[in-house]
């Protein structure tokens, strides 16, 4: 439900409502859309002056009106028991409404559950619910559209994760949004919280608190200095990996077209020209491979960070008999896709082991939950040092399938991994 705070006649007593005198009482209806209103009451003093009474009698009369065509508006879109109901209530409340939702210059009240017509499902009720509850952070909006796109696409998180919720709307709250749509688990280990000793400690003891945390192999530690440097980095990994992956198709999909339509125009009863044809379709082939191989597509170290790497499909290429839809069948995404970017200033910080240090680990560990599986190095505090201000990231982006394709939606790719890393620029094995 929604109520206007700005007064449509610059009356600061009435705000623009209507007044519906009943004995002491005041009923304050406020209007926004005819179907979607709050009402609330409000007590007034007794009216000492004939003038003052004369005065008020004719607002309510002229108010008279609007409010009884208020009511039965009411009444259609909730019923006449629902409308009672909450008249009862305004009336017996003398406290004004504490709005816990802003949508602009509407307030939307906790005492009215949304509308059918929003088309809200059960889970996304429950969100709505939650945000207009008494004793949960503020919500704000610019408008109703933008306050239905974050209920509809936030209402399965809040399923999984309520408590995600109750600091508000801030750059922690989308950092963690954006790693639960991507199920991504960088934030623990390489988030914000983690202080200088605590990146040690991932080298020295395996652990963060009481959690399991190894650096790893590699020797090194790292994590965002602020949850804005992880949005802003994951966005640019994610426009990074669309233009790649836009720059690759527009390489490959003329070659790819030019073969499928050889194929389409191919005269089954022609049998004098199968063999010329067979040699046109190879040519058509040859074109393609030759342009993967020649910009090391089929190499992701090799690549050019510009081009998104893909998979060369030899037993499509070289069959001996091509057919329709083999143009796509050529080609296919790799299972993953790992890449460092540079950002215009730092982003992080890291402990790691000193390069002389690396093969002398004084002891390994393996996660305690298992008797068995990889053993992750350790090493002394001394034989760490300080990697400064970081300013590049890694990250992972994991494809849905490998199958090729002229329309994948990149932004739907999961990407598990996403962290500071001052390695060299560009596509990682």
Not at 79 to 106: H, S, W, Y
């Amino acid at each position: 439900m929604e109520r206007s705070t700005a007064c449509k006649n610059n009356c600061p007593t009435c705000a623009g409502g209507a007044f519906l005198r009943r004995s002491n009482m005041l009923l304050f209806i406020n209007i926004k859309e005819s179907d979607e209103m709050i009402v609330r009451s409000q007590a007034t003093p007794k009216m000492q002056a004939s003038k003052v009474e004369s005065a008020q009698a004719k607002r309510v009369s002229s108010a008279s009106s609007y409010a009884h065509h208020t009511l039965l508006q009411m009444q259609k879109a909730y019923g006449n028991r629902a409308t009672a109901q909450l008249l009862q209530t305004r009336m017996q409340n003398t406290k004004p409404i504490q709005a816990k939702l802003q949508v602009g210059d509407e307030e939307y009240d906790p005492d009215i559950a949304p509308l059918s017509k929003w088309g809200f499902t059960a889970e996304e009720k429950l969100l709505y619910q939650y945000m207009i509850d008494a004793g949960t952070s503020d919500f704000t909006f610019a408008d109703r559209g933008e306050m239905f796109t974050f209920v509809r696409r936030l209402a399965p998180i809040f399923a999984k994760d309520k408590a995600l919720f109750d600091n508000g709307i801030n750059s922690e709250f989308w950092a963690k949004v954006i790693e639960h749509e991507k199920d991504g688990h960088s934030l623990a280990r390489h988030g914000p919280q983690m202080t200088e000793q605590k990146l040690k400690d991932r080298l020295t003891t395996g652990y963060i608190g009481s959690d399991f945390a190894p650096a790893g192999d590699e020797g090194y530690a790292t994590s965002f200095e602020s949850y804005g440097d992880y949005l802003v980095t994951q966005a640019a990994a994610q426009s990074h990996i669309n233009t790649a992956y836009q720059n690759t198709v527009s390489l490959l999909k003329p070659l790819i077209d030019d073969y499928e339509d050889k194929i389409k125009n191919f005269d089954v009863t022609d049998r004098k020209g199968t063999f010329k044809f067979l040699d046109e379709a190879k040519k058509k082939r040859q074109a393609l491979s030759r342009a993967i191989k020649d910009n090391n597509l089929n190499n992701p170290v090799a690549t050019a960070s510009h081009l998104l790497p893909v998979a060369m499909i030899a037993s499509v290429i070289g069959s001996s008999t091509p057919k329709v839809g083999d143009g796509l069948l050529m080609v296919n995404f790799f299972d993953r896709y790992k890449f460092v970017l540079s950002h215009a200033q730092a982003v992080g910080k890291g402990q790691r082991v000193q390069p002389a240090e690396i093969s002398n680990p004084q002891s390994t560990i393996r996660n305690p939950k298992y008797t068995t599986g990889k053993q992750s190095p350790l090493w002394n505090e001394s034989q760490l040092q300080s990697m400064g201000a970081i300013q590049n990231t890694c990250t992972t982006f994991n494809p849905p399938n490998v199958s090729f394709s002229y329309t994948a939606q990149l932004e739907q790719w999961k990407m598990p991994q996403h962290f500071p890393d001052n390695g060299a620029v560009g596509w990682r094995g």
